[in-house]
């Protein structure tokens, strides 16, 4: 029995041992290891077994692993799997590579279909979310810059800003040329309400894009579909391209993730006017005094003597030599409550220049997310809050974002789900844009180009605090403290400041009926609705050249999808493959708006209601608009061996801004590629190869209200109402634009994944352009829509990457991007080689020409001779005999992106640098700047070594570089003394070509360094599954920077306006910050 009992004891004893040697817990964390975010639905395996499990939402694992066991797998799809020994570890975290042969394996595209990348047979570029919102830029769209090929983000400075997304070049001459916008299947606008005049560089508001309202940490995807076989089934908005957004979708179990962050900005002093200090207040020496001619004179402080006082209602720097011995009455002496109120006070330059009028920006981003889900169904809510504090007094921009989605299979053939996004902007004070002198709503107009260099910002600010006066430098004159032109700044920024708001809301509905395991159709409802208002005020008290006024825009937009698709695959034998779709799209349009505003000044002083308004207010502007396009579209797709793919795709659009007879279009595609790299899987050396081709065509509709005659309405004359024609006539004879493009490409891959590229060819043409022509003013029009012309883009797109080094522990990876578009005009109209686009302050046009790029810049050029510039007799530069000659292309050259991606274990490193070659812009800053003597190069020594800004007899003035009308070296010498009301550089006395800048930049775009923190540390916290903190930086420095004191990139506004235009520009903004990534 004793014998028994130790045997028993002993066979236990050995079987508990084995238990819990088979019981051994391995746990973990997987990341991304370019971003540092945990990935869910890793497989991780036991080498040799078929014990595994997947990653949490998460990117967390617990796996019970044998003892026997020695080496876990960790694969994921686009990503490069990595095998990891046991040893005696407990945990085990590991960071994955992007696997960039697979990255994307599976693609969405047009419609929302998803594809396998071996069969594409154009264009797309997948970019993860992660690697969009690291640097928690406000804008998501801000953050496609630089790393896409082909695409082109156009950003703006400014608070909230707006920007233009264009793909392959511009297209349609006075049409939409941004890309169409997806948010899970759900088109949306990217709009704004940027006024013409805005965007002409003529003042107003920036309102920024609407399409920026989605909530940047609800993205799990962007794809950028380029070609028009790619867009081809969008029909008549495909011609820009689309950007499909898709979004973060729930996963078994339930996870909570939290994202917290802040940055700090401070502008970049470089991209800033550095102002001269040798001459103060001025237009040279036309002042009363008899000793000093640079100033006037009289008795301002009642001592029975004269005293000096500078030209006060000047905005210029073309007076005296600063002299601190010399006392002056200067603005501060006739603003009431300020210390030098009624004192002279030493002429020297200000110690706190306008560089000290901008403050730090400071944003912070807060999201919050749950998901979950089972085998029927999942859900996801989430919460996003951005308060974005601008670099300028009393700037404020919040959103507050709330989306949901969910789906739920009702049975195992039917399967519903819906998604909503609401969306809350609210702004205040945003910017100011262009040149807006009386209104004062931009103070880089004066900073940049209309200042006194003797005038102290820290001043104005203690006489605006002071008595919340508008305390100006610009006076009237003496013993008046009321401003002649230019307001006191903070004035502007705290009396004459807009707020607007936004209320978005989008989303979709849909059921998805599986029919056969090959066949299944989907039906789908999407909306997207917004209601926008925004109001605008000039204070009473502002200069006298301003009426106090109060104005009030309103706007609601609609626009319902309803879809019907049916989607088939199937493999017809065990080498050829169908699948494809046919179905119809119903879209709703519905645009209103109404503007009011007061008329004559306001009755109460700071009571902003129409009913203030002082004359009968103006009548209220309104324009309702609505476009209804149906369309039928199929495609198809036949594969070979998963090697071979040809497809086909056709749509037919019928809009209702088109005339009833015309009002249907077809828009075809054709393309294949062949995947060779199957043929050769016995070549180590080639990981992957593909060559595709493709033809198609695609549209832009005709705009609403130019097909029909429409009345205007104008002010009514006394008490009899008025309706007018309006100035161009419409066409009924209108057909869309129509773009024809052929691409090719090849995408090659070697050495396991090492290296690899991408790289396209692509030609588009874009016909039946839609523009108003001139008509004899004897027809009652000025001009009328037509269908004519053409302007062709070619392009070369090239997408690189190397992994210098890939281990366990370290990965390095180099992605890069390159893009030559090259654009012409090739026809216009009959008769007609030159359309106008805008007219810009400066004697500067921004044109469609013949032979030239789109958006070619006109104005007055130089006069050469045997290459060299011709001077004057009064040593300026001659001027060409008209001022409708080119002088600037603001298209680039070329475009590119490179990104550098370091990981080591947890930690993980990001830098993008943004290059643009090439490109012109006219700086209207710069035309003043230098014209009334603010810039260092308006003063100093000439090659004489005298003072530029004394008499020429007494050898001072400037001697330019060039030749003689004769053909001589010049040796004439150019008045610089003011006296004329300018310097010698500026606008005044120079040809436009002279302030036409390189607008070429190398950009440290964004810097992000990140750590997750290892499982071992995670594990004895509790309840949080991980942890990451981030490190970001944006915008950090540019380099190889041609235009002096500015931002080359800096965009009056988003739209065909504008473009190689620079007017009241504000400089970068340098931007640190931290994130704190939770996961629960």
């Known amino acids: 029995m004793k014998k028994l009992l130790f045997v028993v004891i002993l066979l236990m004893t050995s079987l508990l041992q084995q238990a819990i040697a088979q019981d051994r817990a391995i746990s973990g964390r997987v990341t991304d290891r370019s971003t540092g975010q945990g990935l869910p639905g890793v497989t991780v395996l036991v080498k040799g077994t078929t014990i595994g499990a997947s990653t949490n939402s998460d990117g967390t694992y617990t796996l019970s692993v044998p003892a026997s066991a020695t080496t876990l797998s960790f694969t994921s799809i686009g990503y490069i799997s990595v095998d990891r020994p046991i040893g005696t570890a407990s945990t085990i975290d590991i960071g994955l590579g992007v696997d960039s042969k697979q990255l994307g394996e599976v693609v969405v595209t047009a419609l929302g279909v998803e594809r396998t990348r071996n069969s594409l047979a154009y264009s797309a570029a997948q970019v993860e979310g992660g690697e969009i ?42 049409g939409n040329n941004q890309a169409l916008f997806v948010v899970d299947g759900v088109p949306i606008s990217n709009s704004n309400t940027n006024t013409a005049g805005q965007q002409r560089g003529t003042g107003g508001y920036d309102y920024g894009n609407a399409g920026a309202d989605v909530n940047p940490d609800d993205i799990a995807t962007m794809t950028v579909l380029k070609g028009a076989a790619a867009t081809a089934l969008y029909g008549e908005r495909a011609a820009n391209g689309v950007i499909l957004i898709t979004t973060k979708k729930g996963r078994k179990g339930l996870g909570v993730t939290i994202n917290s962050g802040v940055t700090a900005g401070r502008i970049n002093k470089d991209t800033f006017i550095k102002h001269q ?56 002496a006739f603003s009431p409550g300020n210390p030098n109120f009624g004192k002279a006070t030493p002429w020297v330059a200000a110690e706190n220049g306008p560089d000290t009028f901008f ?18 169904g999942y ?38 789900s819906a998604s909503v996004n609401f969306t809350r902007v609210d702004g205040k004070g945003r910017y100011g844009t262009g040149y807006d002198g009386a209104n004062g709503s931009n103070p880089m107009t004066m900073f940049r180009q209309w200042w006194q260099t003797n005038v102290d910002i820290k001043e104005q600010k203690a006489a605006y605090d002071y008595q919340g006066l508008n305390a100006g430098w610009n006076l009237n004159g003496p013993g008046t403290s009321s401003s002649f032109y230019w307001n006191n700044p903070y004035w502007t920024r705290n009396r004459n400041f807009q707020n607007d708001e936004r209320f978005r809301t989008f989303g979709n509905v849909a059921a998805t009926y599986k029919v056969t395991d090959w066949f299944n159709v989907l039906g789908r409802v999407t909306l997207d609705t917004y209601d926008e208002m925004q109001e605008e005020r000039i204070a009473v008290g502002s200069n006298t050249t301003s009426i106090p006024s109060y104005t009030r825009f309103n706007r609601t937009a609609r626009e319902a999808n309803y879809d019907l698709i049916g989607n088939f695959s199937k493999n017809v034998t065990e080498t050829v493959s169908l699948r494809g779709l046919v179905g119809v799209n119903v879209r709703r349009e519905a645009f209103k708006s109404i503007r009011a505003t007061t008329n004559g000044g306001l009755v109460v002083p700071d009571l902003y209601t129409i009913g203030n308004s002082l004359n009968p207010a103006n009548p209220p502007v309104e324009n309702e608009q609505r476009r209804g396009v149906d369309g039928i579209f199929a495609s198809a797709t036949i594969g070979f061996r998963d090697m071979i793919f040809v497809d086909a795709t056709v749509r037919r659009d019928k809009s209702t801004t088109l005339p009833q007879k015309k009002n249907a279009f077809i828009y075809p595609s054709v393309a294949a590629n062949f995947v060779f790299s199957e043929l050769m899987k016995d070549a180590t050396w080639l990981s992957y190869g593909k060559v595709r081709a493709n033809y198609a065509e695609v549209g832009q509709g005709a705009p609403i ?86 302007v062709r883009n070619r392009g070369v797109e090239l997408t690189a990457f190397v992994t210098p080094v890939r281990t366990d522990a370290f990965n390095w990876t180099i992605n890069a991007n390159w893009t030559k578009n090259q654009n012409k005009v090739i026809s216009l109209y009959q008769g007609t080689d030159n359309i106008v686009l805008g007219s810009y302050q400066g004697g500067v046009t921004s044109n469609a020409t013949v032979g030239q790029p789109y958006g070619s810049l006109r104005g007055s050029n130089f006069v050469y001779k045997n290459g060299q510039k011709v001077v004057g007799e009064d040593g300026q530069y001659l001027r060409s005999a008209t001022a409708n000659e080119v002088i600037g292309n603001p298209t680039p050259d070329w475009n590119g992106g490179i990104t550098n991606s370091f990981s080591y274990k947890g930690l993980s490193l990001s830098v993008l640098f943004d290059i643009r070659q090439g490109g012109d812009v006219f700086s209207l800053d710069r035309a003043y700047g230098l014209d009334t003597g603010m810039t260092e190069e308006t003063v100093g020594n000439n090659d004489k070594g005298n003072p530029t800004r004394s008499d020429v007899a007494d050898g001072g003035g400037v001697k330019f570089p060039g030749v003689k009308v004769d053909g001589s070296p010049n040796d004439v010498y150019a008045d610089n003394t003011g006296d004329s009301g300018h310097t010698a550089f500026g606008i005044s006395t120079n040809p436009a070509a002279a302030f036409v800048y390189d607008a070429s930049f190398v950009k440290l775009r964004e810097l992000t360094l990140s750590y997750s923190l290892p499982q071992s540390i995670m594990s004895k916290v509790g309840a949080v599954k991980g942890a990451e903190i981030s490190l970001v930086g944006r915008n950090l420095f540019i380099f190889n920077n041609n235009l002096p004191g500015a931002d080359p990139e800096d965009a009056l506004s988003s739209g065909n306006l504008g473009q190689g235009y620079s007017s009241g520009a504000y400089p970068s903004v340098r931007t640190v910050g931290a994130n704190l990534r939770l996961s629960f």
């Not at 804008?139 to 950003?155: D, E, M, P, Y």
């Not at 403050?359 to 029927?376: C, L």
């Not at 919460?383 to 739920?408: C, H, Q």
């Open 359 to 376: 403050e730090t920006a400071i944003t912070t981003n807060n999201s919050f997310s749950i998901d979950g889900g089972n085998d029927n």
């Open 133 to 174: 919102t690291k640097a928690r830029n406000p804008n998501f769209i801000n953050g496609l810059s630089g790393k896409v090929a082909g695409l082109t983000v156009r950003q703006s400075n400014t608070l909230g800003g707006s920007s233009n997304v264009v793909i392959r070049g511009t297209k349609s001459i006075t």
């Open 705 to 790: 209200q130019s097909v029909f005659d429409v009345y205007d309405k104008p002010t009514a004359f006394g008490s009899i109402p008025l309706f007018s024609v309006p100035g161009t006539k419409n066409n009924v004879d209108l057909v869309p634009e129509r773009t024809k493009a052929i691409e090719a490409g090849v995408e090659m891959a070697f050495l396991q994944n090492r290296f690899g590229f991408d790289a396209t060819v692509y030609q588009q043409r874009t016909l039946d352009q839609i523009f108003a022509v001139e008509l004899s003013t004897a027809t009652g029009y000025n001009s009328r829509f037509v269908n004519s012309g053409e």
């Open 379 to 416: 859900f996801k809510l989430g919460y996003n809050n951005v308060v974005d504090k601008g670099v300028l007094p009393n700037s404020r921009v919040g959103k507050n974002i709330v989306n949901f989605a969910g789906s739920l299979n009702l049975t195992p053939k039917l399967t519903t």
């Open 277 to 332: 200090k040798e001459y103060g207040a001025g237009y040279g020496r036309v002042g009363d005094s008899a000793t000093d001619p640079y100033f006037n004179e009289a008795d301002l402080d009642g001592d029975g003597k004269k005293d000096l006082y500078p030209q006060l209602d000047a905005d210029a720097s073309m007076g005296a030599r600063f002299n601190p011995n010399l006392r002056v009455f200067q603005w501060s």
